[in-house]
């Protein structure tokens, strides 16, 4: 009984050793679950569509004193010309 | 109400292809054969026949294009295929509003023509002042929007030159055709034998359109409430000769209810009885559903809402 109560717990021990140097184990524990890496790569694609890089003062002042880009601009009430 | 129906008609007026295309002579059997040519399917002729019938009738987007086309090949432009090319692009150009380089595309397009202008045949040269004039018209509401008085004029004068230029290159075209005697004639008037001996014939529409734009420049220079008690403009339709072009083309092209309604409005604001008669008549005939009032057509309101007719209205009331 005693040693068979000893050869159980080496058994046990001896398990535990190679699951803590087992490698894949520890790929697994520290990589994200599968249903967490999209969620969490869309979360930083929509970060970075929603964060402007804020602007320099001079980025802003620059902008103040940019010229309007003209389109064509009508009225409704404007003639359009016929071809 | 404005001139906003115009933007519909510049686009596709259907009702007077449909009816140019008739009016060749084609019976509706031959009609509905040449849209099997473009279109193998066909079109349900049921629909064909209200469209012609309706001038509030919309059509699809298929139907438009198969008319379209079958206009085109009908009645191609006069004009030469790389003028066309280069308007079609301008056009393509101003109405992409994503793009950031408008400006600097409108300054080359200008240089360029500035100089190309000069050269090449008579009908190539008339195309290009119009599209140099189309591009300065263009530019008249932003500078008017913006309060650039000193700007907006020279648009204006430099717009109001190209089609003049352009104008006189088409009468003097027109007057070089042989078959010049027969521009105050309808379309189907004129046989087949002598539009293929003269397929650059140079009609009364397409002068009158010229006119239609010079009178745009006048309109489009000015506020929209200022815009039909101004002295400039109230001068411009007494001296020119918009009133008598747009009596022109109905006689050749009765169907034609938008220069009608357009004869009538100008009419109406220079409060001449006379011509407001003749052009309510004209609308009639181009279709009787005109003979109320309350008749609105494809992107128009009725004559009875807008206030640029009241006048009219009043006097065939009497």
């Known amino acids: 009984m005693k040693y068979f109560i000893i050869l159980l717990a080496s058994l046990l021990l001896l398990s535990g050793c190679s699951a803590y140097h087992d490698p894949e184990k520890k790929q697994r524990e520290t990589a994200p679950s599968a249903a967490e890496t999209p969620r969490q790569s869309v979360d930083i694609l929509q970060d970075q569509q929603h964060k402007k890089p804020a602007s320099s003062p001079a980025k802003i002042n620059r902008g103040l004193h940019k010229e309007p880009i003209i389109l064509i601009t009508t009225e409704e009430d404007d003639m359009p010309r016929l071809d | ?318």
């Open chain 2, 1 to 318: 109400m404005g001139f906003y129906f115009y933007k519909n008609y510049a686009m596709s007026n259907l009702y007077s292809k449909i009816h140019r295309l008739k009016a060749q002579g084609w019976t509706w059997d031959y009609f509905l054969q040449q849209i099997d040519l473009i279109y193998p399917a066909g079109i349900d002729e049921k629909t064909l026949y209200a469209l012609y019938r309706q001038p509030h009738r919309k059509a699809n987007s298929h139907i438009s294009k198969i008319i379209l086309t079958l206009h085109e090949q009908c009645f191609p432009s006069p004009f030469p295929a790389d003028t066309q090319a280069l308007l079609a692009i301008y056009n393509r150009l101003i109405a992409c509003k994503q793009h950031s380089g408008h400006r600097q595309d409108i300054d080359d397009f200008l240089l360029f023509l500035a100089h190309d202008l000069h050269f090449g045949s008579r009908l190539r040269r008339a195309r290009l002042n119009w599209l140099k004039a189309d591009i300065h018209l263009d530019q008249l509401p932003l500078h008017r929007n913006n309060g650039q008085g000193a700007e907006l004029e020279n648009q204006q004068q430099l717009a109001l030159h190209h089609y003049q230029n352009c104008y006189s290159l088409l009468i003097e075209q027109q007057s070089l055709e042989p078959s010049a005697q027969l521009s105050d004639q309808a379309p189907q008037q004129i046989s087949q034998q002598v539009l293929q001996q003269q397929p650059c014939l140079i009609d009364q529409f397409t002068l009158y359109k010229v006119q239609q734009n010079m009178l745009a420049c006048h309109l489009n220079g000015l506020h929209a409430n200022l815009r039909y008690q101004h002295p400039a403009l109230l001068d411009y339709l007494k001296n020119s000769d918009f009133i008598s072009a747009s009596k022109r083309v109905l006689r050749t092209e009765p169907y034609q209810w938008i220069i009608a309604r357009n004869g009538l409005r100008f009419s109406s604001i220079m409060k001449n009885s006379a011509d407001c008669t003749v052009f309510f008549q004209a609308l009639v005939t181009a279709n009787k559903a005109f003979s109320d009032l309350d008749y609105a057509p494809l992107g128009a309101p009725a004559i009875s809402k807008s206030t640029e007719f009241f006048w009219a209205t009043q006097q065939l009331a009497k």
